[in-house]
């Protein structure tokens, strides 16, 4: 099992940056792929990004281009740079993690962290 804490979240301006980081603990960090989603007020939770063991990374279309996922798994921690910010990107940003090689379009629900807030706001 893993448990992971998400940090880095804060007020920025539209067109700023942030880098948020999710840091692991508890198991063998290489074996899972580790997934970045959002939930805004009102909204569902979407899957933003998502990076393999082994460092490939996949995108939603909604940030692609404009978000940079990556890891360090000598200090178990995954980052999500966030350039180019839009207030549409205000949320409460958190990670998940799975076993195996996963994708924007396998990566289960599992693992959670608590959530970090990000405000996009002039």
């Known amino acids: 099992q893993v448990q992971l804490v998400e940090s880095g979240g804060g007020l920025v301006q539209p067109g700023g940056s942030l880098r948020l980081s999710c840091a692991a603990s508890g198991s063998i960090f290489g074996i899972y792929s580790i997934g970045w989603s959002r939930q805004a007020p009102g909204k569902q939770r979407e899957l933003v990004a998502v990076?393999?063991?082994?460092?490939?990374?996949s995108y939603a279309d909604s940030v692609k281009g404009r978000f940079s996922i990556s890891r360090d798994n000598t200090k178990k921690t995954v980052y999500l740079q966030m350039n180019s910010l839009k207030p549409e990107d205000t949320a409460v940003y958190y990670c998940n993690a799975a076993q195996g090689h996963r994708s924007i379009v396998t990566m289960p629900p599992t693992y959670w962290g608590q959530g970090t807030q990000v405000t996009v706001s002039s």
């Open positions: 990076i393999t063991g082994g460092g490939s990374p």
